[in-house]
């Protein structure tokens, strides 16, 4: 690995180390750094401290780690699985699935609050589902191409439903604009129990695919000739990007700048488009980006906890426009 | 009666139900958090001091520190734990956050009535809660003895259309909403175009509101005081409501705070207001 990608790995792991110090030690109540390392050792005292830390800041910080990770590398495999630049878990229609899932629940279902991320997931994953039959029926089935607007299709059609719910139900549109910004809760462990076996299929199906993705960089043509399925690969990296999407909305809401900036700034910063480097890399600055973006979200104007999503354009975009500048 | 002398009386009176009211068991909840505007006041009423009160826009509980509320948890949840509550009295507006509570060992309740008819019952439930029994039932018999003063000698029964919001889209309360019912009381005849919601509320046609012409037009924004001219002034200029009777005659008015929104204890004053001002119908 050469000195300049050496540089990166090591400023985002720095990154993301700091920022899970500070989303541990930082938030509306001031807890001592003493304490707050006691709570994790589990050597602290019954009491509202270590309630806040171990039941609020930890699941919270955790939540952050694979949802921005996640999103991370779901923009990395359908950026490369597609080869397009502007690839994004939006692509393929999961993020409007995701928000219309949790809409429903929110506005026509408020009392079974606790089904919204089973229903940002069902929609989200039936939503990639569509696209994928969409797209791969008939002749040329499973072209980029055709999978892209397959995925506008689909993703206008959830986003219709999203809109007609919302002016259904106006008196509580209210409630679903934090989910629609994008933005975690400090609500403990209940999302992630349901939504955890998603992130490690997704996660293990990335990295078994980054190698016949390299392959698919050189073209369908090279590709097949080296005994790789284009068609599978983009089916495979598809699949693996919805289910981390869809997971990742369904605790978190819809976050899509993430998974779009964060394989150009590593791609750009580490000067390889190789995906040995760009997935796992990604996973780590889409974890300390989300971190960082939380942390300043629910910090900045205490008690009030504000929607993560602006905070990590306001973080994301300048450095992206740098590193874009520079490339051209 | 203003804001500022609404806030005396109310400080007064829970002076005086605090020093009359019977001292609690050992076994009532001595940390209570009261996130809505109903429970703080019938804590307040019941002589029963809560270690925080959700902070309500034109709210004038102010006797005990406030937490901000925001979607989708309501309170921080941060700075409630930090309080440790034996008992949170909470909205279902904040379904989220109540979970959120219950798994942090919080007992977590939510007496939030949503119509005049429910709110005795909640009264009770409350005054239950807190082991004040008696003087909840005394309460219960005040509101109901002061509505009934104010609903006294209807003379007339315009027909009103009450609007939420600040725009001019007619999402218009229905009979069962707080402040459609509370408009019935007073004498007025919703119009609803009998559109029917479990919400209370639902968006009408401009069409059927022509069509109802109704005599009075009143907005409940639900903003700021300083706003409140402006946006009468708006409302005023809608050309569809001014082709009916309320915009021929200048009877478009803005309500300026949430007495029509959220539940609370002031009903009778509510409906006094209400005649006065705007029905005109004493």
């Given at each position: 690995m050469s000195g300049r990608r050496v540089?990166?790995?090591?400023?985002?792991?720095a990154a993301l180390l700091a920022g899970v110090g500070a989303s541990l030690a930082l938030g509306t109540i001031d807890v001592p750094l003493r304490e707050v390392i006691d709570s994790l050792l589990g050597r602290a005292e019954e009491g509202p401290a270590k309630q806040i830390i171990l039941q609020l800041r930890l699941p919270r910080t955790v939540d952050a780690i694979l949802v921005g990770a996640a999103l991370g590398v779901a923009g990395a495999l359908l950026q490369g699985a597609l080869g397009n630049p502007l690839a994004s878990p939006d692509v393929i229609g999961v993020t409007a699935g995701s928000g219309f899932g949790a809409i429903l629940i929110l506005l026509a279902f408020p009392g079974s609050i606790a089904l919204l991320p089973v229903g940002a997931l069902v929609f989200g994953l039936t939503a990639a589902t569509l696209v994928f039959v969409v797209a791969w029926i008939g002749p040329d089935?499973?072209?980029a191409g055709r999978l892209i607007l397959a995925g506008i299709a689909i993703a206008a059609l959830f986003a219709a439903g999203t809109t007609g719910l919302m002016t259904a139900y106006p008196d509580r549109?209210?409630?679903?604009v934090f989910f629609l910004a994008g933005g975690l809760v400090s609500d403990g462990w209940d999302e992630?129990?349901?939504v955890w076996p998603y992130f490690a299929v997704g996660f293990v199906l990335a990295v078994s695919l980054i190698r016949p993705l390299d392959r698919l960089a050189l073209g369908d043509d090279v590709a097949a000739s080296l005994g790789t399925r284009p068609r599978l690969i983009r089916l495979g990296a598809g699949g693996a990007a919805a289910l981390l999407a869809a997971a990742?909305?369904?605790?978190?809401?819809?976050?899509?700048f993430l998974g779009l900036v964060v394989p150009h700034v590593i791609r750009m910063a580490g000067g390889t488009a190789s995906h040995g480097f760009v997935v796992p890399v990604s996973a780590i600055g889409g974890a300390a980006l989300l971190l960082a973006g939380d942390t300043l979200a629910r910090t900045v104007k205490p008690p009030l906890e504000l929607p993560v999503g602006p905070f990590m354009v306001v973080i994301g975009v300048p450095m992206f426009l740098?590193?874009?500048r520079k490339a051209v | 009666m203003s804001r500022a002398a609404t806030r005396a009386a109310c400080l007064a009176f829970v002076l005086l139900a605090a020093a009359l009211a019977a001292p609690a068991t050992a076994d009532a909840p001595k940390r209570i958090v009261a996130l809505t505007p109903f429970s703080a006041n019938t804590l307040a009423a019941l002589g029963v001091k809560p270690i925080a009160i959700g902070q309500t826009l034109g709210g004038d509980a102010n006797f005990a520190p406030t937490l901000a509320l925001a979607h989708p948890n309501g309170p921080n949840m941060e700075q409630l734990a930090s309080l440790r509550p034996g008992l949170v009295l909470s909205s279902p507006t904040w379904t989220r956050g109540n979970r959120t509570m219950r798994n942090l060992d919080m007992r977590v309740e939510v007496p939030e009535p949503l119509t005049v008819l429910d709110m005795y019952e909640r009264i009770e439930d409350i005054a239950a809660m807190v082991d004040r029994e008696r003087g909840g039932r005394r309460l219960v018999a005040r509101i109901k003895r002061e509505i009934s003063r104010a609903t006294r000698a209807l003379k007339s029964r315009p027909r009103v259309m009450l609007v939420l919001g600040v725009g001019r889209t007619p999402y218009v309360f229905l009979p069962n909403s707080w402040g459609g019912y509370i408009m019935q009381l007073a004498g007025a005849r919703l119009v609803d175009a009998n559109a029917e919601s479990r919400s209370g509320f639902a968006r009408i046609s401009d069409e059927a509101i022509v069509d109802a012409d109704p005599d009075v037009i009143i907005g409940v924004p639900h903003a700021r005081a300083e706003d409140l001219d402006g946006i009468r002034d708006y409302m005023r200029s809608n050309e569809i409501w001014k082709l009916t009777q309320a915009g021929q005659e200048n009877r478009i008015y803005?309500?300026?705070?949430?007495?029509?929104?959220?539940?609370n204890l002031d009903v009778g004053s509510t409906i006094s207001r209400v005649r006065t001002r705007f029905l005109k119908n004493r």
């Open positions: 540089l990166v790995v090591a400023i985002t792991v089935g499973g072209g549109v209210q409630s679903a992630m129990k349901v990742s909305a369904a605790i978190a809401g819809l976050l899509g740098w590193l874009l | 803005v309500w300026g705070d949430d007495a029509l929104l959220q539940a």
